[in-house]
């Protein structure tokens, strides 16, 4: 397992871009974010990412299945010192942004709802 987390709170827009077939993502950073960046993030306990994101590693929120299609040039070093990237659901083989990782559902897999980011549901990648 690469990174293993908690979500402790959402920010009251944080799921806002989810499920949007323009923009579909999330913004994760540890509980301890910047108090104007918290009503945008999915924040979460602070924990230590183990090795770095790398496409075709599995992304895990409630236990629903993701591939990571691509890493941005920063999102491992601001996931590592900060908890926070942006979790693009459109995948693609080029990250938007730096600090973005792109993931897209594994086939067959569920969508993503408001319940799978309920205060202490899980977020993993391995």
């Not at 040039?73 to 990237?85: K, M, Q, S």
């Amino acid at each position: 397992m690469k990174y293993f987390t908690r979500i402790q709170k959402l920010g009251k827009d944080s799921l806002t871009f989810l499920g949007d077939p323009e923009s579909n993502f999330i913004i994760l950073f540890n509980d301890n974010a910047p108090p104007a960046f918290e009503d945008l993030c999915v924040l979460h306990t602070i924990e230590e990412l183990r090795a770095n994101i790398e496409p075709g590693d599995m992304m895990l929120i409630n236990e629903k299945g993701f591939e990571v299609t691509a890493v941005g040039t920063e999102a491992n070093e601001t996931l590592r010192g900060l908890g926070h990237c942006t979790v693009s659901f459109k995948g693609g083989p080029e990250a938007e942004r730096p600090g973005c990782i792109m993931v897209e559902a594994v086939k067959g897999e569920e969508p993503l709802t408001s319940a799978d980011f309920a205060p202490g549901n899980t977020i993993e990648f391995i």
